[in-house]
């Protein structure tokens, strides 16, 4: 079961990267790393998906070592609406889906 | 048009009761999940199923019991309920590729509020 690790809370200013990292030191050779955000009252929204090394689309990159016991979404030049919680998700196939606890994120003017 | 529906969107009952969620997904995805998300936003999972079929079955109480009709809908029936259930449900459904579940898509959630 691959247990993940994400920081509870980040604040960030309006137009600056943010990086959030998530751990998944036992994660599996199958699974592969999934970020969702989510705003309050709504249900959780697809980002990015990786297995291996970075993938990148218009809204967000995600960075994966070659270890893959870690992963880091990078979003871009953040805006107030991208004031979020943010899961990290390991596993696929039949294995058991593990979200983080969510890291908060707080953009600021 | 909805990509995934969950209705009621908010349910308040008695303890002791026993209520049913439904969701459906238009979008033609082979599988479909149960969510629940705690007060302090935690989320969890508790079934999937593929193709009807259930896949995943995590450590939830037997009061809990979800149907798959068909490979649309996967509602989520709760037997004798608790304090304990209060917690936003989410459905959410997805189509495997190559042995890979591609994104979930989710649906607005249900508001269950036990007293």
């Known amino acids: 079961l691959a247990k993940t690790t994400q920081p509870i809370s980040m604040d960030s200013y309006e137009g600056q990267e943010v990086n959030i990292t998530c751990s998944h030191n036992?994660?599996?050779?199958?699974?592969?790393i999934t970020w969702y955000q989510q705003f309050p009252s709504q249900g959780p929204r697809f980002i990015i998906q990786?297995?291996?090394t970075k993938v990148t689309n218009e809204v967000a990159s995600l960075f994966i070592p070659a270890d893959r016991k870690s992963s880091t979404l990078s979003l871009p030049r953040v805006s107030l609406s991208d004031t979020a919680v943010y899961y990290c998700l390991v596993g696929t196939g039949y294995s058991t889906l593990t979200f983080g606890k969510g890291t908060m994120l707080l953009v600021s003017p | 048009d909805t990509a995934v529906s969950q209705t009621p969107k908010y349910l308040v009952t008695q303890m002791g009761n026993d209520k049913s969620i439904k969701c459906e997904q238009n979008l033609g995805h082979d599988t479909m999940y149960w969510y629940k998300q705690d007060s302090k936003k935690f989320l969890k999972i508790m079934f999937s199923y593929n193709n009807k079929e259930l896949i995943i079955n995590e450590t939830v109480p037997n009061r809990f019991s979800p149907k798959s009709p068909d490979k649309a809908h996967l509602n989520l029936h709760i037997n004798s309920l608790e304090l304990g259930d209060s917690a936003v449900y989410f459905c959410a459904s997805s189509q495997e590729l190559a042995g890979v579940r591609n994104e979930q898509f989710f649906g607005p959630g249900t508001r269950l509020t036990v007293l």
């Open positions: 990786g297995y291996k």
């Open positions: 036992n994660i599996a050779t199958n699974d592969y």
